[in-house]
């Protein structure tokens, strides 16, 4: 029996991952794609008179097994990579493509959808279905269902093509990370950092069966923890070297080239689509709408936020002569905004960790979804987890079932960087009616517990799983009927207000108290450590948020050009130097996961965006307390749970009762 092609007998039919083998994978891969051609032949074949169920609808369950098993897959590729998993997304990945563009390609099926949309007026349909039908027309046209028959074999070509360099470029990074190092011999030199980051390296040189003690992976947990207090300048200098030029190193993981090319088939594709660069199609599906409006939020941003940045970086470079006799560098930055902040702010990071130990990260947000949306979470020990290190938990909403959602926190070879929530099932209606609960997972990296502390979590990783928790929350809330349309199936623009919202709360007072107690004593933190977190909050952040905005800049104009430029490094480097105070000595690009290798393609900017959305949202929560549960009740019913039903700009009327202004994004970070 294979565990991805029958039903589980597991709570909610959960899938049972510690019995799924590579054989298991293969199999099901080879009866979903013969399930899915048949499903698509019989469609194409079906000359009945065009409806809603049986075309729209059955766009939405024309591929069951497939859809299970890549999910699972993927999800898997992404947090436990081995060999063969690697190979077979390789195989995979162009039988994918090339399936999704017979459906999008075929002429039978979009001259249904098509006379469908035309005549949507007399179909009777729900506000919901109408919604659908608009968005599957609205796809299929972008996507270059209506193209000429020699377009759309250029345009498969370049899906397919384009399909394998991102999922090269994502396996380059992680074999860079599980590869790249920096030995370290003498304990010595690790002066400043946290013990469980010292363990962390020690871990590593281990795994590596190195005859030194200790080495520096450029993974995201360990190198920003080293940026921040390592004391030895010169291992620091390395350490952000690494960081910051990932996959951009005279090696086999080098992805300059694949950033290129990927550039380029972008472009042909959205001249293909009768766009004039892949910028304006990636922005036709967004709130935005257009580039402009894009470059208007940034220069509205960059203007303040410089001004501020060059004030701080003269502050912190002042502040390292006097100290260290040093001139300042980029390597230099994270280490002194963090002695200042320990001068003037009396603020240490590592003493706060003490107060965030994850157990009780993990009870904090639960207590907050109960007080905001009446949620609650129940560990299940005895389903099968993704790794052993994961855990699940049942989610409950006034005691009715919502979900499953599975925590894998801890880094480790084979492992993607970062963190983010993904879905195993979405919610949906299904044919007979019955309300399909989503199977959610959230996946970070923070430190391990060591034998003398369990997991603690620095300021800005609680602030990531409250993020991430934001997307699952918007996942477990869905409650519509039709699986295009649910949960986080909105605008990428959009998508990020409810995981943005989430942060504001790690450092409310009337929050903390509720749940930050000191590991080993149960103190409840300190007034005079929570009145350190508000002075943190906007710290040196211009820099920071200045850095942002140089991000969200590059992703927009590489995909605004023509042709992408030969010398993609110096083009970088001449923009992203009016985004960094200090000298830029990187190389993004390479590296650049979101937009080559996650789906942000022209998008970076949607953090930006959201922002402007989650701070003047958060004002609802101020005005009316931030543990009000009539305003968190209104923000999930208005929201969360209507997924993509409404466009964003009116699920966020309906909600606040007026459009965002940039007036609470201004205000939060201190720049009016």
Request: with cysteine.
């Amino acid at each position: 029996m294979n565990p991805l092609l029958t039903t589980s007998s597991l709570f909610d039919n959960a899938l049972d991952f510690e019995n799924i083998t590579n054989a298991h994978i293969d199999e099901a891969f080879e009866h979903a794609f013969k399930e899915a051609q048949q499903n698509l032949e019989d469609f194409k074949n079906d000359d009945s008179e065009p409806n809603f169920k049986n075309t729209i609808l059955r766009l939405e369950t024309l591929t069951p097994q497939l859809d299970v098993v890549a999910r699972y897959f993927f999800n898997q590729n992404h947090s436990n990579q081995t060999e063969y998993l690697q190979k077979k997304a390789e195989e995979v990945l162009p039988k994918l493509s090339t399936f999704n563009d017979q459906v999008l390609f075929s002429s039978e099926i979009f001259k249904k959808i098509k006379s469908l949309f035309e005549n949507k007026k007399n179909l009777s349909l729900n506000d919901e279905d109408l919604k659908l039908l608009e968005k599957t027309y609205d796809y299929y046209t972008k996507n270059g269902a209506d193209l000429e028959l020699e377009s759309k074999k250029r345009l498969a070509e370049i899906n397919v093509k384009a399909s394998e360099l991102s999922n090269t470029f994502g396996n380059h990074m992680v074999e860079e990370v599980k590869t790249l190092h920096i030995p370290v011999y003498e304990e010595s030199q690790l002066e400043g950092l946290p013990n469980a980051i010292k363990e962390m390296c020690k871990t590593k040189a281990k795994s590596l069966n190195a005859d030194y003690p200790y080495a520096i992976s450029p993974d995201g947990t360990v190198s920003v923890a080293c940026l921040k207090f390592l004391k030895d300048r010169e291992l620091r200098k390395k350490v952000y070297h690494n960081y910051n030029n990932l996959c951009a190193f005279d090696n086999e993981n080098n992805n300059l080239e694949i950033a290129k090319e990927l550039l380029n088939l972008r472009q042909e594709q959205a001249q293909l689509l009768g766009f004039k660069n892949y910028a304006a199609l990636s922005l036709s599906d967004k709130m935005a709408k257009t580039t402009d409006k894009v470059h208007n939020l940034l220069n509205q941003l960059y203007k303040p936020t410089y001004k501020k940045a060059e004030t701080q970086y003269e502050t912190l470079k002042q502040f390292a002569f006097k100290q260290d006799g040093i001139e300042l560098e980029a390597w230099d930055l994270s280490f002194y905004i963090e002695e200042l902040a320990k001068k003037e702010l009396n603020f240490d990071e590592e003493a706060s960790r003490e107060y965030f130990s994850l157990d009780n990260t993990l009870k904090a947000i639960f207590l907050l979804t109960k007080k905001l949306f009446n949620y609650d979470f129940k560990e299940n020990t005895e389903l099968p987890k993704p790794h052993p290190e994961a855990r699940v938990f049942e989610a409950y909403e006034n005691d009715k079932y919502m979900g499953l959602i599975y925590f894998d926190l801890f880094p480790r070879d084979g492992k993607s960087q970062g963190a983010w929530q993904t879905t195993y099932r979405e919610q949906h209606h299904d044919e007979t009616g019955k309300n399909v609960r989503p199977h959610i997972t959230i996946v970070c990296n923070f430190t391990k517990p060591t034998a003398d502390q369990p997991s603690l979590l620095g300021l800005r990783e609680v602030q990531t799983l409250f993020h991430e928790f934001g997307h699952a929350m918007h996942s477990l809330s869905s409650q519509v009927q039709r699986k295009g349309l649910s949960g986080t199936s909105v605008l990428w623009d959009f998508v990020e207000l409810p995981s943005q919202l989430l942060e504001n709360w790690v450092i409310e007072k009337e929050f903390l108290k509720l749940f930050a107690f000191h590991y080993k004593t149960g103190e409840v933190i300190p007034d005079a450590m929570i009145e350190k977190f508000s002075q943190k909050k906007n710290f040196m952040t211009a820099i920071g948020l200045l850095r942002h905005i140089g991000n969200s800049k590059l992703d927009l104009v590489l995909h605004e050009l023509e042709s992408t430029p030969e010398d993609l490094k110096s083009f970088e480097k001449d923009l992203m130097q009016k985004h960094h105070i200090s000298t830029y000595d990187s190389f993004r690009c390479a590296g650049f996961s979101h937009i080559f290798n996650g789906g942000y393609a022209a998008g970076y900017y949607g953090y930006l965006w959201a922002e402007v959305l989650d701070a003047d949202a958060f004002e609802a929560f101020k005005e009316n307390g931030i543990l009000d549960s009539n305003t968190g009740t209104k923000f999930k019913n208005e929201i969360l749970k209507k997924g993509g039903t409404l466009e964003p700009e009116e699920l966020y009327q309906n909600f606040r009762g007026r459009q965002a202004t940039t007036e609470a994004i201004l205000k939060r970070n201190g720049l009016q």
